[in-house]
């Protein structure tokens, strides 16, 4: 099945011709609570493409996923999709389940390292937690994501959320998951950030 262009799980279809895009995530990135063709992954495609930068965005998100569950699903992803760029963004149910920074930073580095020997550019984007989980933990949360970004010279966004935080009226009831009119805020931030790894 195909929406404006985007390559989605069930029924791939690839454009010819143009590099892939691989998001890697969980909820925030497949859609949850809206229609899939209103993801931003979906708008992210729209935008590289006005910028002159077209791909086939692939969005191999999971709601509810976790940096185990990623890892365990990331070498075949990349075997079928053969990116030339990965985003990855996973760690917000990690931190939502108090789960260690440390399992999740190494699993998050792991599939940092597979993509880039599979030959693909990889850009990371981070989440934040709460207050309520602690001033230590949500400040190591933090700290994981520019620190692998660093480490492994990837691109970074290191919050998803940040155009949308401050607009309550641009989140789901269960105020974690952004609504449609927020997802080309997201897209655009992304876009961006992009820039350098294109």
């Not at 010819?16 to 895009?21: E, Q």
């Not at 495609?45 to 077209?54: D, F, H, I, T, W």
């Not at 998100?61 to 030339?84: C, M, N, W, Y």
Request: charge should be positive; include cysteine.
């Amino acid at each position: 099945m195909v929406f404006c262009g985007i390559a989605l799980l069930a029924g791939q279809v690839v454009a010819a011709g143009k590099p892939v895009l691989l998001v890697f995530g969980d909820s925030l990135s497949a859609g949850y609570g809206i229609a899939a063709n209103q993801a931003w992954p979906v708008r992210l495609e729209s935008e590289l493409a006005r910028n002159g930068k077209p791909y086939t965005v692939v969005n191999a998100s999971v709601s509810g996923e976790t940096t185990d569950g990623g890892l365990t699903r990331f070498p075949q992803a990349l075997k079928i999709h053969k990116p030339k760029l990965v985003i990855i963004e996973l760690g917000a149910n990690d931190g939502l389940r108090g789960l260690p920074v440390t399992k999740a930073k190494s699993n998050l580095g792991a599939m940092i390292a597979a993509a880039q020997k599979a030959g693909a550019k990889v850009h990371l984007v981070g989440m934040q937690m709460p207050p309520n989980y602690g001033p230590d933990y949500t400040r190591a949360f933090a700290a994981m994501y520019p620190a692998l970004a660093k480490q492994y010279r990837a691109g970074l966004t290191p919050f998803l959320l940040a155009p949308v935080i401050n607009r309550p009226d641009w989140f789901q009831p269960d105020q974690l998951h952004p609504v449609a009119d927020a997802q080309p805020a997201i897209a655009a931030m992304i876009a961006r950030d992009l820039a350098p790894l294109l």
